[in-house]
């Protein structure tokens, strides 16, 4: 029993002091300019929701323009989707082809990216 209670005090000493350690800042090291514009990895995305409802943004009838702007949006770290839109609508009216669409959590700032990239 005293081996186990001397095991658990070094275990939780060596936990405390790598979080000390961790949390203090290094001063020994020259200190290098932070660069301004840091976007996280894509390797911590949550999951995407398979019930999110998307929205359309944009509406176009070339491909090229689509697939910029979608390039664009990816930049930015908006998901979106380029597809290909029926011939009629509901009305007999003809449409003109190609939609984005991007989750209803990110339309706003993606119809901002959108409008920037047109003015």
Known sequence: MVRFL???????????IISWLAKRPMTSLP???????????????????????????YETASVEEGRKLQARLEEEE???????????DIYGSALKGIGIAVPKTTTALAQN?????LA
């Open 31 to 57: 200190s290098l300019p932070k660069p301004t514009n840091v976007k996280p990895g894509r390797w911590f995305r949550p999951k995407r929701n398979p019930g999110e409802i998307w929205v359309q943004v």
């Open 78 to 88: 908006v998901e979106c989707v380029l597809y290909e839109q029926g011939k009629k």
């Open 6 to 16: 001397v095991y658990i005090f070094f275990v939780t000493g060596t936990l405390y």
């Open 113 to 117: 990216i959108i409008s920037r990239l």
